[in-house]
DNA sequence: CTTAAACTGTACTGATCGGTAAACTTTAAA
DNA sequence: TTTAAAGTTTACCGATCAGTACAGTTTAAG
């Protein structure tokens, strides 16, 4: 097996579906935005699902991947890392081809919780949420759990900001909520 | 014309594209569910593009009376109705038949910023934020813009987070990060 | 009772959907 | 250089998509 041509096609595949939707973009369309026939395609995967689940692994792992190396690089200690997840993301919503988070928009085509495009979603947002509560346990908050839980929210909230009213300045007042928020949890 | 069997089509419609997404839902299944023949569903709308459009100004309007009633109903200061807001927000997320926003929603799978679906989606968050500024306003606070840009983002993120992870809580959790914004932002 | 508008079911269009069959060509390792 | 896997093109499948044509039926007002 050549990995090459596989990673490839994910690859692709993913920024056709980031850029149009699931629904709305077909296995056609894929080929032609890749270059790889349809008969190759159904060899790697066995469904559109399978590709769809397989995108979404590749996303998880580079957006977090990401966003870790630039909340370390922005802050040193664990605190600031916390802040500076909002200034990564303004960065994020500044970027051209912007358009969201891949999970909430795969959460609202496959609602249902069942559903393993859901349920991949849902995974990624709780991975993201314990980091995020181990960085506030590492800064002395005696209530970590919940310190990352509102600022989970504070995430989502200026994420879809950002791409439903095109407002890339949702990043700078999450912040401003987020300094808030930190301000009053209390230090154990 | 009577306009009851179009209310009626566009009611059933709503519940459709709500439960099932938009690209999901096809107009045969919307013929299905709403008793009403094609023919006569294109007689009132001439594209399924126009009924998604009528439906989402539907919704805007029995949301945000919902909404707004519901601020009233349970906190008779400003400052208190817009905690409220979270607790009504808590309240919806408790409905057996939440499905997330519907205007989240609409824009994932509409993502260009010049869709008219989208632009609608987006007018929709743009109102609710103009009446937490007035409310925010009314309360005394020297930047109500400010604070009703970050009230949206935890509503935003509220919602979102008890859509794709069933966290009912999510509420909670914004309306106590909401205090600690309230708390710090200056009165005039 | 008449009449016109509203609505109905049925059948259809061309396009596209996800997915497959079959025969052929490229690629890389033995 | 042989050989088998991985890739390709082309054509197709039945189902479904949004939308339409048409002839018949219900409805409500004069």
Not at 5 to 25: D, M
Not at 86 to 107: P, V
Not at 120 to 143: P, T, V
Request: net charge neutral; hydrophobic share 40%; charged share 25%.
């Amino acid at each position: 097996m050549r990995p090459t041509k596989r990673e490839e096609l994910v690859r692709k595949a993913l920024t056709s579906f980031y850029q149009n939707g699931f629904h709305a973009t077909g296995m056609d369309m894929i080929v032609e935005q890749s270059g790889i026939s349809k008969t190759s395609i159904y060899n790697h995967f066995k469904t559109k699902e399978d590709l769809i689940l397989a995108v979404l692994r590749l996303r998880d792992e580079k957006f977090r991947n990401w966003l870790y190396r630039r909340m370390e690089a922005l802050a040193s200690n664990p605190e600031g890392q916390l802040l500076a997840m909002f200034d990564a993301l303004g960065e994020w919503f500044e970027e051209t081809d912007f358009k969201g988070c891949m999970f909430i928009k795969a959460s609202s085509e496959y609602q249902d919780q069942s559903h393993p495009i859901h349920k991949q979603s849902a995974e990624h947002k709780r991975i993201i949420e314990a980091h995020l509560g181990d960085l506030a346990a590492a800064a002395g908050y005696s209530n970590p759990v919940l310190v990352a839980q509102q600022l989970m929210v504070l995430k989502e909230g200026a994420t879809v900001t950002a791409q439903l009213r095109a407002r890339v300045d949702a990043a700078h007042d999450a912040r401003q909520a987020a300094e808030m928020i930190l301000l009053y949890a209390q230090k154990g």
